[in-house]
């Protein structure tokens, strides 16, 4: 047995999972800052903290145990991972569906228990990845066809249309990004793209009546008349106001003021950003963004390694993934985007996000080993580990 994780943990990426577990510690950190203020006497980590601690060690397992599968099995089972997933974002349909108390509209979490939620979308991102991936490979020899565009945006409408089904225009938007990201490495040809955007143009009439809502629609306004919308931008000035309270060097962890009074809403979860650049500064934040960038480049150098065009796309969807969040959380608290409810990956509070991202990670990982040619099924694993 101890030969046989010797062996499994060298053909490990392991620059991989120490950035992703150097995003986490990091994420544990700030979370257990911006919720300080709300410890008991006695208490040593808030519940978010502890939830953070237990999704990263949780999502690490779950990493380490998708990486041995191989990922043409993953790939063979896309039917039922499809089917999946877009079952539970049904199931947000139903009483079972539960919406923050700002947002009632926004019905994105299922209620597993008192205390246990799950956000399908989050899921449904994996499945996405999954399914589009396979999907572009079977159709790269003619990329060209209209027919098979068509088909693939209408497989990247299902998600999209889920997500704002269930007033998640967040996700829609993550979504949509994933989706052109992977169309545009897998070779689609460049006339689809703006032919595309003379589409959106000629829909965002009635995208911006029909499908926003009041709030949704002053969100987006508010960048443009700010004065004009001080609720709506309420979140964002705060944020901004504690960026410029931390400076070049930051003010100290769990010494921020605006951190610790408690003056930025949602500093825990989407505005943990804006803790960021109080507590640690502009140095902080552009070397926690240098992190991103690093992982985002790291998985990009495994899907080429990869001789697999599938499994080169799952990186790609997984690195789209991450650094779509990346920017659009960044930018809604530095103000360049409304505020849309788009975590900080690794770092906003919220145990399934970190779980589904740890097992995005490990797709990436399985497709690691593959390329070194050491995939083995499962039941020869485990027959090793027997014999060991």
Same mark, same amino acid.
């Given at each position: 047995?101890?030969?046989?994780?010797?062996?499994?943990?060298?053909?490990?990426?392991?620059?991989?999972?120490?950035?992703?577990?150097?995003?986490?510690?990091?994420?544990?950190?700030?979370?257990?800052?911006?919720?300080?203020?709300?410890?008991?006497?006695?208490? #040593?980590? *808030?519940?978010?903290?502890? =939830?953070?601690?237990? !999704?990263? +060690? &949780?999502?690490?397992?779950? /990493?380490?145990? %998708?990486?041995?599968?191989?990922?043409?099995?993953?790939?063979?089972?896309?039917?039922?991972?499809?089917?999946?997933?877009?079952?539970?974002?049904?199931?947000?349909?139903?009483?079972?569906?539960?919406?923050?108390?700002?947002?009632?509209?926004?019905?994105?979490?299922?209620?597993?228990?008192?205390?246990?939620?799950?956000?399908?979308?989050?899921?449904?991102?994996?499945?996405?990845?999954?399914?589009?991936?396979?999907?572009?490979?079977?159709?790269?020899?003619?990329?060209?066809?209209?027919?098979?565009?068509?088909?693939?945006?209408?497989?990247?409408?299902?998600?999209?249309?889920?997500?704002?089904?269930?007033?998640?225009?967040?996700?829609?938007?993550?979504?949509?990004?994933?989706?052109?990201?992977?169309? #545009?490495? *897998?070779?689609?040809?460049? =006339?689809?793209?703006? !032919?595309? +955007? &003379?589409?959106?143009?000629? /829909?965002?009439? %009635?995208?911006?009546?029909?499908?926003?809502?009041?709030?949704?629609?002053?969100?987006?306004?508010?960048?443009?008349?700010?004065?004009?919308?001080?609720?709506?931008?309420?979140?964002?000035?705060?944020?901004?106001?504690?960026?410029?309270?931390?400076?070049?060097?930051?003010?100290?962890?769990?010494?921020?003021?605006?951190?610790?009074?408690?003056?930025?809403?949602?500093?825990?979860?989407?505005?943990?950003?804006?803790?960021?650049?109080?507590?640690?500064?502009?140095?902080?934040?552009?070397?926690?963004?240098?992190?991103?960038?690093?992982?985002?480049?790291?998985?990009?150098?495994?899907?080429?390694?990869?001789?697999?065009?599938?499994?080169?796309?799952?990186?790609?969807?997984?690195?789209?993934?991450?650094?779509?969040?990346?920017?659009?959380?960044?930018?809604?608290?530095?103000?360049? +985007?409304?505020?849309?409810?788009?975590?900080?990956?690794?770092?906003?509070?919220?145990?399934?996000?970190?779980?589904?991202?740890?097992?995005?990670?490990?797709?990436?990982?399985?497709?690691?080993?593959?390329?070194?040619?050491?995939?083995?099924?499962?039941?020869?694993?485990?027959?090793?580990?027997?014999?060991?």
């Amino acid at each position: 047995m101890f030969s046989f994780i010797k062996k499994a943990w060298k053909e490990t990426d392991k620059l991989l999972l120490l950035l992703c577990f150097s995003l986490s510690v990091f994420g544990v950190l700030m979370v257990a800052s911006a919720s300080h203020r709300t410890l008991e006497d006695g208490q #040593f980590l *808030s519940r978010d903290a502890i =939830v953070m601690i237990g !999704a990263m +060690l &949780l999502g690490l397992v779950i /990493a380490m145990v %998708i990486s041995f599968i191989d990922y043409d099995l993953i790939f063979k089972l896309w039917p039922l991972i499809a089917l999946g997933s877009v079952f539970l974002m049904l199931l947000l349909l139903t009483p079972l569906g539960v919406a923050p108390d700002a947002r009632p509209d926004a019905r994105s979490w299922l209620k597993i228990t008192s205390s246990l939620y799950l956000q399908p979308s989050e899921i449904l991102k994996i499945g996405f990845i999954i399914t589009f991936s396979y999907h572009l490979s079977k159709t790269h020899n003619d990329l060209g066809s209209l027919l098979n565009v068509l088909l693939l945006c209408l497989h990247a409408a299902i998600p999209i249309g889920l997500v704002v089904i269930t007033g998640d225009m967040g996700s829609a938007l993550i979504f949509a990004l994933m989706f052109l990201g992977m169309m #545009f490495v *897998s070779g689609v040809h460049w =006339v689809y793209f703006p !032919a595309g +955007l &003379l589409a959106v143009g000629a /829909a965002a009439p %009635i995208v911006w009546y029909k499908v926003f809502d009041n709030i949704q629609r002053n969100r987006i306004l508010a960048l443009f008349h700010p004065d004009d919308y001080p609720k709506e931008m309420y979140h964002q000035r705060q944020a901004l106001n504690a960026m410029k309270n931390g400076g070049f060097f930051g003010t100290g962890y769990l010494k921020g003021d605006f951190t610790q009074s408690g003056s930025v809403p949602e500093s825990q979860n989407d505005m943990i950003f804006s803790a960021v650049g109080e507590e640690f500064g502009f140095i902080g934040a552009v070397l926690l963004l240098t992190l991103f960038v690093l992982l985002a480049i790291r998985i990009v150098q495994v899907g080429k390694r990869s001789n697999n065009f599938a499994a080169c796309l799952l990186c790609y969807g997984v690195m789209f993934m991450i650094m779509s969040q990346v920017i659009v959380n960044v930018g809604m608290c530095i103000s360049l +985007l409304p505020v849309i409810g788009i975590t900080l990956p690794f770092l906003s509070a919220g145990g399934s996000s970190v779980i589904c991202l740890y097992l995005a990670i490990g797709l990436v990982l399985s497709v690691h080993r593959s390329s070194q040619g050491i995939h083995y099924d499962s039941y020869r694993y485990a027959r090793i580990a027997l014999e060991s």
